[in-house]
C-alpha cells in the first residue's frame, strides 16, 4: 500500500465533511440547539463512515452505495430513508409545503445521489416566497 491510498479515504471524508458543511452553513446561523445537534450529529455519521472505508479497489463501488438514497422507493418510503440517512435534511424538508416536498421526491427519482437530494431540499427552501 502506498501512502497516498492510505491516507486518500481521509482526505475524501474531509472533502465531503467540507461539501456539507456549506450545504448547511446558510441555515446555521439562525438555527435553533436542536437543529445544530442534527447537523453535527449527522456530520460526525457520514465521517465515521468515511473514514472507515478501506482503501482499495472496493471503495468505488461502496462509496456508489453509501453515497445514495435506494432507488424506486415510494414517497412514504423515501421520507422515512431520508429521515434515518439524512435528518438534517430531512429537518429542511419538512419545512416545504406538499408541492415542493413532491418536487424533491421527483428530483430524488431522477437522481437519487445524497448529495443532489440535500441540494434540491436547499434550493426549494431558498425560494420560498
Do not use: C, H, W
Request: no cysteine; net charge negative; glycine share 4%.
Amino acid at each position: 500500500m502506498t501512502p497516498s491510498s492510505v491516507s486518500s479515504p481521509a482526505a475524501t471524508a474531509r472533502g465531503r465533511q467540507a461539501g456539507l458543511l456549506l450545504l448547511v452553513a446558510p441555515f446555521l446561523l439562525g438555527a435553533d440547539d436542536s437543529y445544530l445537534r442534527e447537523i453535527e450529529a449527522e456530520v460526525k455519521r457520514q465521517a465515521t463512515t468515511l473514514i472507515t472505508v478501506q482503501a482499495g479497489p472496493e471503495p468505488a463501488a461502496a462509496d456508489a452505495e453509501t453515497d445514495r438514497l435506494a432507488a424506486g422507493l415510494d414517497q412514504p418510503a423515501f421520507e422515512r430513508t431520508l429521515r434515518e440517512t439524512l435528518p438534517g435534511t430531512y429537518t429542511l424538508y419538512q419545512q416545504l409545503d406538499p408541492n415542493r416536498k413532491q418536487q424533491v421526491y421527483e428530483a430524488y427519482r431522477n437522481d437519487n445521489r445524497l448529495a443532489e437530494v440535500s441540494e434540491r431540499v436547499i434550493q426549494l427552501l431558498d425560494a420560498k416566497p
